[in-house]
Nanobody, 127 residues
Framework: QVQLVESGGGLVQAGGSLRLSCAAS????????MGWFRQAPGKEREVVAA????????YYADSVKGRFTISRDDAENTVYLQMNSLKPEDTAVYFC????????????????????WGQGTQVTVSS
């Protein structure tokens, strides 16, 4: 069993920054690809950023590229999402997810491949 707990969400003004954290506990974090997703009211859950189990490959949605950065610290079983230059359209519930990867060190999982999900943290960006 793996438990994921997100933190760092809140209310910020447009142009501001937040850093989300996802702490994993239970099983070892070794060879777990990690992803950040978000879901706004009336919309489907979408991938924001992801990182392979080795940390060697990353993926970003076009809408956040250049503004968001994903990173991981396996020694502390934590993945981060640094969000800069926030926009009102970034408002959503942000979820952390983990995949028990049997793939290469550069593999980025598809949405339906993730095995564990956190409960989410609300990010609200005011105009």
């Amino acid at each position: 069993q793996v438990q994921l707990v997100e933190s760092g969400g809140g209310l910020v003004q447009a142009g501001g920054s937040l850093r989300l954290s996802c702490a994993a506990s239970g099983r070892t974090f070794r060879r777990y690809a990690m992803g950040w997703f978000r879901q706004a009211p009336g919309k489907e859950r979408e991938v924001v950023a992801a990182i392979s189990w080795s940390g060697g490959s990353t993926y970003y949605a076009d809408s956040v590229k250049g503004r968001f950065t994903i990173s991981r610290d396996d020694a502390e079983n934590t993945v981060y999402l640094q969000m800069n230059s926030l926009k009102p359209e970034d408002t959503a519930v942000y979820f952390c997810a983990a995949e028990r990867s049997y793939h290469s060190s550069s593999y980025i999982p598809a949405k339906n491949e993730y095995d564990y999900w956190g409960q989410g943290t609300q990010v609200t960006v005011s105009s």
